[in-house]
């Protein structure tokens, strides 16, 4: 199958910096990336989709000035965490899709914001 | 918001019987997949069934499709302890959102030896 990786794996910062998870495709090339939100023993739920060339869009209730998404080129894109709070520590997921119907999950990325 | 229901939350079974998972959504869709996720780590993508198909099979899975009742079951045969895992089903909905999952809560699997 399809590899999709993120960097970094866990991360830990403070309150108030922000924090950068890059999605990659590594094996295809990807115009569409999505990026979810999974706090624990919880569901997933979409935060936004990432198009390559073009802005994101956000699902309802998602903070487009927090959670800044660009999508540089057709292996990559990054999630950036401004001003992260506690309450912004979770776990970060991304995916991307290959064909109409397939796409290919990342192994997440753990933040913790102290 | 999430768009399916799973029950159960939870099952503990033992190794070699069968798992049964049910998951139930609201609106139309594409298709509709389940995943598995190990604990802390990303999600493995197990089988789609389409809109117009009614079961479909892979290895030790079995998933049936009832668009009429909103539904779909996910059957794993002769469970295996490395099948212990979280499922979550997750439907693609129609018109212009390809790709744009909506994930059920999800039923955590809990297999004995």
């Known amino acids: 199958g399809a590899v999709v990786s993120q960097h970094p794996s866990r991360v830990i910062c403070k309150s108030g910096t922000s924090v950068k998870i890059e999605c990659r495709s590594l094996?295809?090339?990807?115009?569409?990336m999505f990026w979810y939100r999974q706090f624990p023993k919880q569901s997933l739920m979409l935060m936004a989709t990432?198009?390559?060339?073009?802005?994101?869009?956000?699902e309802q209730g998602v903070e487009k000035d927090k959670f800044l998404i660009n999508h540089a080129s057709l292996t990559l894109s990054t999630l950036t965490v401004t001003s992260a709070h506690p309450e912004d520590s979770s776990f970060y997921i991304c995916?991307?899709?290959?064909?109409?119907?397939?796409?290919?999950f990342g192994p997440g990325t753990r933040l913790t914001v102290t | 918001s999430q768009q399916g229901e799973e029950d159960p939350q939870a099952l503990s079974i033992q190794e070699g019987e069968n798992a049964t998972m049910n998951c139930s959504y609201k609106?139309?869709?594409?298709?509709l997949q389940w995943y598995r996720q190990n604990s802390g780590r990303g999600l493995v993508h197990l089988i789609l069934?389409?809109?117009?198909?009614r079961e479909k099979h892979s290895g030790r899975l079995r998933v049936t499709l009832d668009t009429s009742k909103k539904s779909s079951s996910l059957l794993i045969t002769a469970s295996r302890a490395a099948d212990t895992a979280s499922y979550f089903c997750?439907?693609?909905?129609?018109?212009?959102?390809?790709?744009?999952?909506?994930f059920g809560a999800g039923t955590q699997v809990v297999v004995t030896p």
């Open positions: 995916s991307a899709r290959r064909t109409r119907d397939e796409q290919y």
């Open positions: 094996d295809f090339q990807a115009t569409t």
């Open positions: 609106t139309s869709i594409n298709n």
């Open positions: 069934i389409r809109s117009n198909e």
């Open positions: 997750a439907t693609d909905k129609r018109a212009d959102s390809w790709g744009k999952l909506q």
């Open positions: 990432s198009n390559e060339g073009s802005k994101a869009t956000y």
